[in-house]
């Protein structure tokens, strides 16, 4: 079974330029999370998708957007780039076993950088 | 929003002892609760996770417990190995605010 694939796997990009990345899940997993992980910030939550919808936000500002295909694929979009949105950005795919135990696999990370 | 403290920063403890991470939460509206393991240049892996209705869990050396009164939980692993150095974060999902808070990580080192 493959993984959850991220790419690209680096970017770089100027101030004020806008990156898109994207994320295929683990082939029926439907729900896709993104993340940002810096030095200074740590982890921080992104959003959620499931079912092509957005069901949770984390505390990030509008620049920050995606969304999700069919497929369960997605994208996420940052516009208006600025110098500390340099960062790892990763995505996770992850269902809810039978059992009610919580699966969850991560991609290798987008990394990012802003100049 | 919901903020998590994590402690310490950096644990180190030679092979075969116990290592204890804790974590502490803000918000009583915080339900679920996983912690995640980072190894240097990888990825992180979810290890284990429990819910605000759950006391305890344990999968082989590795236990959560949560207090819900007082707001803290807690990474157990015992018998440390050579594959458990890696920077571990506790995490806690707020129901209200719908979104996950992460702790700053705790970088753990284990000596032989």
């Known amino acids: 079974k493959a993984g959850v694939t991220q790419t690209p796997r680096y970017l770089i990009k100027t101030r004020g330029q806008q990156v898109t990345l994207s994320c295929s899940p683990i082939?029926?997993?439907?729900?896709v999370s993104w993340y940002q992980q810096t030095p200074g910030q740590g982890l921080q939550f992104l959003f959620e998708?499931?079912?092509?919808?957005?069901?949770n936000k984390g505390n990030f500002p509008g620049r920050f957007s995606g969304r999700q295909f069919s497929n369960s694929r997605s994208e996420m979009n940052v516009s208006t780039l600025e110098l500390g949105d340099s960062a790892l950005y990763l995505c996770?795919?992850?269902?809810?076993?039978?059992?009610?135990?919580?699966?969850?696999?991560f991609g290798a990370g987008t990394r990012l950088s802003v100049l | 929003g919901e903020n998590v403290e994590q402690h310490p920063s950096t644990l180190s403890v030679q092979e075969g002892d116990s290592a204890v991470i804790k974590c502490t939460y803000s918000?009583?509206?915080?339900?679920?609760f996983p912690w995640y393991k980072q190894e240097l240049g990888k990825r992180p892996q979810l290890i284990i996770d429990?819910?605000?209705?759950?006391g305890e869990k344990k999968d082989q050396r590795i236990a959560v417990t949560l207090n819900k009164t007082a707001k803290h939980f807690s990474l157990h692993i015992t018998e440390t190995q050579p594959e458990d150095p890696a920077v571990y974060f506790c995490?806690?999902?707020?129901?209200?605010?719908?979104?996950?808070?992460f702790g700053k990580g705790t970088m753990l080192l284990v000596s032989p």
């Open positions: 998708y499931f079912s092509e919808t957005q069901r």
């Open positions: 429990i819910r605000s209705n759950v």
């Open positions: 918000d009583s509206a915080s339900n679920y």
């Open positions: 082939s029926g997993h439907r729900s």
């Open positions: 995490a806690a999902w707020n129901s209200g605010y719908s979104t996950l808070t």
């Open positions: 996770a795919s992850s269902y809810v076993r039978g059992d009610g135990k919580n699966i969850q696999y």
